[in-house]
């Protein structure tokens, strides 16, 4: 079986001293493959170095909406400038977004924008953070005519609002969320979904899966996302992974 996490924040101080041993015992797991996100320009150095294509260590870079504070529109262009080398491991662009619970949405929807006009411009996946916001999401990128990949990761609302990302060419990250039964809107979405729009993600060491520790989440715990998905799909874990293998592959242009 082969995994991959389509969205880990691997290069955390949480991964401080351990990552050789997380993704050790993550790829006994089955885990073959991790992709990191840059969160704000700070970041993105420290993201390219940990970033290594045959350990399978990939990466994006972007503007996190909770960070447009921190940034002007010179580091937009940077931004552009390093994405447009298509540096060795660079996926994607992201993450980016709109978080209606952190911040001035007003605010961080300009920066959205430029960052999908990038994307668009340079044929890159776009990882999507999305928070109470699934409707301005969805506005922004038809508004903008996008056609391209992109990843709406850690989703969490309902089938309906799915669907239309869905719809738009959007995959939905599935992650520790489908492991709590509280979370009945979100397996709702999951469970009826297309299988073939769907890819595990981690979103590590943040949501983490039932019986881990807040803040303790890791690429180890991937599986227990697949064994969930299986269940809620009533399919076995094998075939549910390799539909989503498939998946993620299209999603990062693996294939």
Not at 143 to 167: E, I, N, T
Not at 220 to 237: C, D, F, I, S, T
């Amino acid at each position: 079986m082969q995994l991959v996490d389509a969205h880990c924040h691997f290069d955390f101080p949480e991964f401080d001293g351990v990552r050789d041993q997380v993704l050790d015992t993550a790829r006994a797991r089955g885990v073959e493959a991790l992709v990191v996100p840059g969160v704000r320009r700070v970041d993105w150095d420290r993201v390219e170095a940990l970033a290594s294509p045959a350990r399978g260590l990939w990466y994006c870079l972007g503007i996190h909406p909770w960070f447009v504070g921190e940034h002007s529109e010179q580091d937009l262009a940077v931004l552009e400038a390093r994405l447009s080398a298509r540096p060795e491991g660079c996926v994607g662009l992201g993450e980016c977004g709109l978080d209606a619970l952190h911040g001035d949405l007003a605010a961080q929807l300009p920066w959205f924008q430029a960052q999908i006009d990038i994307a668009a411009k340079l044929a890159l996946p776009l990882v999507i953070h999305s928070v109470r916001s699934h409707d301005q999401v969805h506005g922004l990128l038809r508004s903008s005519g996008w056609s391209g990949r992109a990843l709406v990761h850690g989703f969490s609302g309902s089938y309906q609002q799915a669907r239309k990302l869905v719809d738009l060419g959007c995959f939905i990250g599935v992650g520790g969320v489908i492991t709590h039964e509280r979370a009945r809107k979100t397996r709702d979405a999951i469970a009826r979904l297309p299988l073939e729009a769907l890819v595990l993600e981690t979103d590590a060491p943040d949501m983490s899966p039932a019986g881990v520790e807040k803040g303790q989440n890791s690429p180890v715990y991937l599986l227990n996302v697949a064994q969930a998905l299986a269940e809620l799909r009533g399919g076995p874990v094998e075939a549910v992974a390799e539909t989503l293998y498939d998946n993620v592959q299209r999603l990062y242009g693996w294939r």
